[in-house]
């Protein structure tokens, strides 16, 4: 069974393959080679889709990429995914699809009453019509507009068993993008003259129009082999460039071939991310649709489509086709078709007469001159006959038809170059915007400039190339291909006619369903500009971006505008020229290659010690030491460190070393506190502003020798405080003698805290007096850490006696085990971020839920270390009364009254008597284990004022209101007593 | 998506790079006033044309560039380091732009 319409051999169908498929449950045969759409034309299948708002029944009307019409669900290992163009996709055995936009048939369709409704539903009627009460948009328009419209219905397969897609990078001197007569000629000529060069063609095979046309044969197959034979020339077919995004960076879609896709374990889709020096477009032309009464009927097909039936699958598009046509290139089907042994019904040319004309009927062909196609007679099963007009007026017949192919003139594919920010200039020769491309970014050759005929897009293909070749300096090859080029015939230039007006809908857009009436309609609303008359009525927003109809609703704009097409231009085509699935744009980045994952260097000890982790940032780290739920396992961490002694991994901390002649200068002037100042020997908490005056980050500094200094900072800012101090330092004029060096990853660090911290610490170091007088609070050194160089630091987050230990990452787990090994005797455990939040809430020092970018020194209660002398960054706007004022969002402690009830982040802060009114908002909270119940931090307007008072916690999402005592955010030892013992 | 000639490293993606404002802009004098900070902080031309910029390069060699870019169609006329004096394109800046 090959198919009641299969006529003749196909250059891509293999005649001895036969491939099973099912469409709307149906089994049909096709051959190897084909695509959905022409298998289906092979069985005869005219009617295959239903329109999106008035459901009318829908033919297939293109043979690629530009197709409205034929948009089918594909349903397979993958799920069920909507919107795949039959005219592309490439049948195999066991595909089944199915048809859009239909209920509950696609012969049957309820919703085609919107088709008798139409005078209801003018374009705009959504805006006009959904529009008040405000509530019943999310509930009752949305979800009937929902189901009624849509494209297609998506039942993908997510997670673990969704398809691979990878993404590839591509260098190359030239991209030469479409591989017709000219995109080959081009690259050819290119690759011999030695340059590194990726053509990519959308098509499956390579050659373009050169396909459709028997005596091109030899040429293509001589230059793709000459390709084939060039060492530094990649092809590229099944790749359609989605877009050019400046500086020779352009963005592809590689569909892979049933065999690669094997091969590679079944990927589907390759993104390729290419780069080139100069682009070379040779996208070819698309030829395009006249509007006219009828002319979305299941059978009316462009006559381009036609002839790529016949040629690549052997399909005949019908038995009797009319042609309805005004230039002297859509002759080719005619002339195809009729050599294929079909009669035709006639061809209706525009023009009264014309060469190809006469060369048709020297054929026998029946050609009406001067004549147009103003209505189609037949229903959802086809077309059945054609009327004629003729344009002086004169008499009109009836022509018995069962498809009618049309041709409206061709548009230089003008999206990628326009992206690219080609000028576009009209041309009254072919009627048609061209592109024109500035030369340092490419040149544009062939149908694609709007130079038609296959030879002389050849023969301009390989002047663009040699003009690139130049561009780059270096000398063009001059060998010449031993291939002749078969001539173009002379050509009656076309005759542009844009619509027929008559009864019945006339479509420029026939995926969105926007007729030429909708058209003169936004005109008449206002919307005049052609990118204002897009919205109003969708035209060229759907998938297809209006490639065959754009132009066609830009000229009926321009006639009721009373303007000439050229003053009104085409609608801008923006990234991506096709639809494009999410798999392919993520590729390899899903699941655990979504984003780098970064481990601390003691990870793998965390992990066998029963840690749940928390990603924060990139980093992951241990929460608690239990995988149990609940306060619980933190709690216990946190009280073995306020009553014996813990250890934590802080090795996450930004840390950049400081070195130079200027160091401390430089410190002085990025900090908000004075650096120079610090002994030697000495670590000094510092805070950091933004230039306009609000907090950035903070941390402590250590001084370890005159011109040495290690700056820690927050976990998150790590990266964007080296940034900030790379950039002021390197923009400072004069330069400053100071080198920023990240040693984030060089250095391990730890905290062990607690009241036995000093005797864990001294069991470890023994060059170093560890005693309150010799290495008090706040005091840095460098020391042997149980045989390993390392430093101490006698710095605190806890609020406990505690010391930090910095030592080569490497020797992370021997320190650590060191640690654990000195701390026994005393109980000692490793805490998690969880328990360290607790000690941190306690003892009232921020982090970044604090430190959240809209918080000024005053606001933290930091203000005295803002230095009174001496610039620095942020300092100015600092003192800004918007940022000063008392009145602002500022730290406090915050404890429920009644202690058995618990806070929440995020609760908001209200007074008794008006609850509605936010006064501020809970950012840290936790269960204490000093003091009775929970203990928060909260950011309240005004808030060291209202210590003492009580408000209100609501928390509308838990349904809780709780009564809140204010109080200083020093909650636990604020003489710091503990931390200086 | 730009392609920046860094003078280090050559020629490599904008994702490597992190813009950092407009270069032809000096930080006031520590004593200049609110009214000079604020101008510099808050206030931004926004030309049609050539723009002096910085651009720091954070995912290579972690050097500062100015560079000279269009901001119609992003081409690139110009990179060099900080002390560095611009090259003016043909067309001139679109205003004043110190150095």
């Known amino acids: ?135 019943a948009w999310e509930r009752l328009y949305e979800p009937l507009i929902r189901r009624a419209a849509g494209f297609g219905r998506l039942q993908a397969i997510v997670g673990e068993r969704a398809a691979p897609a990878e993404t590839v990078h591509d260098h190359a001197d030239v991209l030469v993008i479409g591989a017709g007569v000219a995109g080959l000629a081009a690259a050819h000529r290119l690759g011999m003259s030695g340059l590194r060069v990726i053509l990519a063609d959308q098509d499956a095979v390579l050659g373009g129009g050169a396909l459709l046309d028997v005596r091109w044969s030899a040429w293509r197959q001589g230059l793709c082999a000459g390709l084939a034979a060039l060492p530094t020339v990649r092809c590229l077919p099944r790749t359609t460039v989605l877009g050019a995004y400046g500086h020779g960076v352009f963005g592809a879609l590689e569909t892979l071939a ?52 016949l040629r690549r699958y052997g399909v005949a598009v019908g038995r009797r ?72 007026g004169g008499h009109r017949r009836e022509l018995k038809a069962d498809s009618l192919l049309i041709s409206g003139g061709y548009s230089p594919a003008t999206a990628l170059a326009s992206q690219l920010g080609a000028g576009l200039s009209w041309q009254e020769a072919i009627a048609a915007f061209i592109p024109d491309l500035a030369p340092h970014i490419g040149r544009i050759a062939g149908a694609a400039r709007g130079v038609f005929g296959l030879a002389a897009a050849a023969c301009d293909g390989d002047t663009a190339a040699r003009a690139i070749v130049a561009d780059l300096g270096r000398a063009a090859s001059t060998a010449e291909v031993a291939l002749e080029l078969p001539p173009d015939p002379p050509v009656t230039p076309i005759d542009a006619l844009w619509e027929v007006r008559g009864r019945g809908k006339a479509f420029v857009d026939l995926q969105h369903d926007v007729t030429a009436a909708d058209v003169r309609l936004a005109c008449r609303e206002g919307y005049e500009h052609v990118e204002h008359m897009k919205r109003y009525t969708t035209h060229g927003m759907a998938g297809d971006q209006g490639r065959i109809g754009g132009l066609v609703g830009s000229a009926v704009l321009a006639q009721a505008r009373g303007l000439p097409l050229s003053a009104v231009g085409q609608i801008k085509p923006r990234p991506y020229t096709q639809p494009v699935p999410f798999a392919a744009l993520a590729g390899g980045e899903v699941r655990e290659h979504f984003k780098p994952r970064r ?170 007096d560890l005693s309150n007088v010799a290495f008090p609070f706040m005091a840095a050194a460098a020391a042997t850490i149980a045989g390993i160089a390392g430093r101490v630091f006698r710095i605190s987050f806890s609020g406990e006696l505690a010391y930090e230990l910095a030592i080569p990452a490497s020797h992370a787990l021997q320190t650590w085990s060191a640690l654990l090994e000195a701390g026994r005797p005393f109980g000692i455990g490793p805490y998690g971020l969880d328990a360290l939040n607790t000690l941190r809430i306690e003892k009232g020092h921020v982090t970044s839920a604090e430190l959240n970018g809209n918080t000024s020194a005053h606001d933290l209660g930091l203000q005295r270390l803002l230095k009174q002398r001496g610039d620095f960054i942020g300092r100015t706007l600092a003192q800004r009364a918007g940022i000063t004022a008392p009145d602002r969002l500022q730290l406090v402690g915050v404890r429920p009254v009644d202690r058995a009830r618990r806070l929440r982040n995020g609760a908001q802060l209200v007074a008794a008597h008006s609850r509605t009114s936010s006064l501020g908002y809970v950012t840290s909270s936790t269960p204490s284990v000093e003091l009775e119940g929970w203990l928060g931090l909260a950011l309240l307007a005004g808030g060291r004022r209202r210590i003492g008072e009580r408000l209100i916690g609501t928390s509308p999402m838990h349904d809780e209101a709780t009564e809140i005592e204010i109080v200083s955010p020093h909650m636990l030892d604020p003489e710091n007593a503990r931390v200086r013992a | 998506m730009l392609r920046i000639q860094c003078p280090w490293c050559g020629e490599r993606d904008e994702t490597e790079f992190r813009y950092r404002g407009d270069a032809s802009r000096s930080r006031p004098a520590a004593d200049a006033g609110l009214a000079a900070f604020s101008a510099y902080v808050y206030e931004r031309d926004n030309p049609r044309g050539w723009h002096l910029e910085w651009w720091l390069h954070v995912g290579g060699c972690r050097e500062l560039l100015r560079v000279v870019r269009h901001t119609l169609t992003h081409e690139i006329h110009w990179v060099g380091a900080p002390g560095e004096q611009p090259a003016l394109p043909q067309d001139g800046w679109p205003q004043d732009v110190g150095s």
């Open chain 1, 321 to 392: 086709p009319a042609f309805f046509l005004n230039t002297d290139e859509a002759y080719e089907s005619v002339l195809a078709l009729r050599g294929a042994g079909i009669e035709g019904a006639g061809v209706i040319d525009v023009r009264a007469n014309s060469l190809a004309a006469e060369r048709a009927r020297a054929l026998g062909v029946e050609v009406h001159g001067g004549a147009v196609v103003d209505g189609v007679g037949g229903g959802r099963e086809g077309v059945r006959a054609v009327r004629v007009a003729q344009r002086d």
């Open chain 1, 1 to 135: 069974m090959r198919g009641p319409s299969r006529i003749a051999r196909g250059l891509l169908t293999d005649a001895a393959q036969p491939v099973g498929f099912r469409f709307d449950g149906r089994q049909m045969q096709g051959l190897a080679g084909d695509t959905l759409a022409s298998a289906l034309l092979a069985n005869g299948r005219p009617l295959v889709a239903r329109s999106f708002k008035y459901h009318r029944p829908r033919g297939i009307v293109s043979a690629g990429p530009e197709e409205p019409c034929a948009l089918v669900d594909v349903i397979g290992s993958q799920g069920r995914e909507p919107n795949r163009l039959a005219t592309t996709l490439a049948l195999h055995e066991g595909l089944v699809a199915e048809s859009q936009h239909r209920w509950p048939s696609l012969g049957f369709d309820l919703l085609a009453v919107n088709d008798l409704l139409a005078r209801f539903l003018p374009a705009g009627f959504y805006y006009k019509t959904f529009m008040a009460p405000g509530w």
């Open chain 1, 599 to 768: 481990r601390l260097p003691l990870h793998d000890w965390h992990e066998a010690a029963g840690a749940s982790f928390v990603s924060t940032g990139l980093w992951l780290r241990p929460l608690v030491y239990s995988r149990a739920a609940g306060w619980d396992p933190v709690l216990h961490e946190a009280r073995t460190v306020r009553r014996s002694v813990g250890m934590t991994d802080v090795s996450t901390l930004g840390k950049i070393d400081v070195q130079g002649a200027d160091a401390a200068r430089f410190l002085d002037f990025v900090y908000a506190n004075t650096f120079s100042t610090l002994a030697l020997g000495r670590a000094r908490y510092g805070i950091m502003l933004r230039e306009d005056g609000m907090l950035f980050d903070d941390g402590t500094t250590a001084r370890l020798g005159p011109e040495h200094f290690l700056v820690t900072t927050t976990t998150a800012n790590a990266a964007a405080v080296l940034e900030h101090l790379e950039f002021h330092l390197q923009a400072m004029c004069p330069p400053l003698d100071v080198l920023l060096t990240d040693v984030g990853d060089q250095w391990a660090q730890f905290a062990v805290a607690g009241p036995h911290a000093r005797q864990v610490v001294a069991a470890l170091v023994t060059d170093l």
């Open chain 1, 258 to 309: 049933p065999a690669e896709a094997a091969r590679f374990g079944g990927l589907r889709e390759r993104l390729r991310i290419m780069r080139s020096r100069r682009v070379l477009i040779a996208t070819g032309a698309l030829e395009r649709l006249i509007a006219f009464p009828g002319n979305d009927l299941p059978g009316v097909m462009l006559a381009g489509a036609a002839l790529a039936y």
